[in-house]
């Protein structure tokens, strides 16, 4: 491997505090790869056979909805790693990889794997911190999830006026957290809009009914005999007012 695939791997999480003699074992057993936008690096369900870790550029880690769409569980960029999680259980892909741009990565097989950690223990305790890393972040979203959830139900929608959709940049894991969940606070949109909509609704209904209740209001006031009596009263009246009008008119010709 090249200086600059050394230097490279030495800025990772995994191997950041690994000597060089111990970044050079890696590299030994490593294979540099590349991939292009859109292109899968693993899919979910695949056979745990390797890890990658990131040099250059951005990743999504994906799954797939009840129905059927794409959810972004994380994005990982350079210094990161991906898939050695699947090589510890020994059980096939939870998630799916998918390059954002063109990416280069080294990838360690799972034979390669379990050799370092038999061999380097510097390695070894490279990798538990990249274990560690990965289960503090995971901690923040899962908080994360359960603030907005309990807003939600609260009625509270003023965090998605901070939360901004998935980028190839994040500061803390607190950030990184919220732009990850993007799924949620889409979703968390639409029962803000729904229940928007429901309240207009609400409104014009209360509208139509108060409308409907002083219509039926006054068929009933005008439908009594009393007011039969009064308005024949109210016409009397009139006629008596016009025809003394007439009156006084003729005797002042």
Known sequence: MSGDILQKLHETDFFKELSGDALEAVAGKASLRHFALNEAMMRKGDPADSFFVILEGNVKIVTTGARGDEIIINKVGPGESIGELALVDERPRSAGVIA??????????????????????????????????????????????IDWSQKTAEGDYTFLETTQPITNTAGTDDDKAAQLLSAFYSMVRKVKAREEGLKQELERLSFEIDQERRKKEFEEITGTEFYTKLKEQAQTIRKKRIQDSKTDTTEAT
């Open 100 to 145: 954002l741009e063109n990416v280069e990565a080294l990838e360690l097989t799972k034979e390669a794997f379990f050799q370092l950690l038999e061999q380097r223990l510097d390695v070894a305790l490279g990798i538990l911190r990249g274990f560690s890393s990965r289960l503090r972040f995971s901690t923040t979203y899962i908080e994360k999830v």
